[in-house]
Protein backbone atom coordinates (compact mmCIF):
# COMPACT_ATOMS: atom_id res chain seq x y z
CA UNK A 1 0.00 0.00 0.00
CA UNK A 2 0.87 3.48 -1.27
CA UNK A 3 1.11 6.54 1.58
CA UNK A 4 -1.93 8.41 1.33
CA UNK A 5 -0.06 11.67 1.78
CA UNK A 6 2.57 11.27 -0.44
CA UNK A 7 1.44 9.22 -3.32
CA UNK A 8 1.35 11.03 -6.48
CA UNK A 9 -1.56 11.21 -8.62
CA UNK A 10 -0.10 8.47 -11.06
CA UNK A 11 -0.14 6.07 -8.48
CA UNK A 12 -3.38 7.11 -7.74
CA UNK A 13 -4.64 6.57 -11.33
CA UNK A 14 -2.88 3.23 -11.54
CA UNK A 15 -5.00 2.14 -8.62
CA UNK A 16 -8.23 3.45 -10.06
CA UNK A 17 -7.33 1.40 -13.26
CA UNK A 18 -6.33 -1.80 -11.51
CA UNK A 19 -9.40 -1.60 -9.55
CA UNK A 20 -11.88 -0.97 -12.62
CA UNK A 21 -9.59 -4.31 -14.29
CA UNK A 22 -10.20 -6.64 -11.46
CA UNK A 23 -13.81 -5.33 -10.94
CA UNK A 24 -13.98 -6.15 -14.65
CA UNK A 25 -12.72 -9.56 -14.34
CA UNK A 26 -14.73 -10.72 -11.78
CA UNK A 27 -18.11 -9.39 -13.27
CA UNK A 28 -17.16 -11.12 -16.45
CA UNK A 29 -15.83 -14.08 -15.59
CA UNK A 30 -18.53 -16.65 -15.10
CA UNK A 31 -15.88 -19.86 -14.65
CA UNK A 32 -13.91 -18.66 -11.68
CA UNK A 33 -13.54 -20.83 -8.82
CA UNK A 34 -15.42 -19.61 -5.17
CA UNK A 35 -11.58 -18.98 -4.28
CA UNK A 36 -10.03 -17.35 -7.16
CA UNK A 37 -13.28 -14.90 -6.77
CA UNK A 38 -12.83 -14.30 -3.27
CA UNK A 39 -9.29 -13.70 -4.06
CA UNK A 40 -9.76 -10.81 -6.45
CA UNK A 41 -12.90 -9.36 -4.38
CA UNK A 42 -10.31 -9.14 -1.78
CA UNK A 43 -7.67 -7.55 -3.89
CA UNK A 44 -10.81 -5.12 -5.08
CA UNK A 45 -11.75 -4.33 -1.61
CA UNK A 46 -7.58 -3.10 -1.20
CA UNK A 47 -7.62 -0.87 -3.96
CA UNK A 48 -10.49 0.73 -3.27
CA UNK A 49 -9.61 1.31 0.44
CA UNK A 50 -6.09 3.06 -1.17
CA UNK A 51 -8.16 5.31 -3.31
CA UNK A 52 -10.35 5.86 -0.01
CA UNK A 53 -7.36 6.57 2.42
CA UNK A 54 -6.01 9.18 -0.46
CA UNK A 55 -9.47 11.00 -1.03
CA UNK A 56 -9.65 10.95 2.91
CA UNK A 57 -5.33 12.82 2.94
CA UNK A 58 -6.20 15.15 0.01
CA UNK A 59 -9.31 16.38 1.49
CA UNK A 60 -7.73 17.00 4.73
CA UNK A 61 -4.87 18.51 2.63
CA UNK A 62 -7.01 20.80 0.64
CA UNK A 63 -8.93 22.12 3.67
CA UNK A 64 -6.09 22.83 5.90
Known amino acids: MF ?9 IQLEAEN ?3 LIEVVLS ?3 LAT ?6 LGMV ?4 A ?3 HWC ?7 NG
Request: no cysteine.
Open 35 to 40: YQRDSL
Open 29 to 31: NKE
Open 3 to 11: NPKTAGIDE
Open 19 to 21: LNI
Open 50 to 52: NLL
Open 56 to 62: NAEEKRR
Open 45 to 48: LNAS
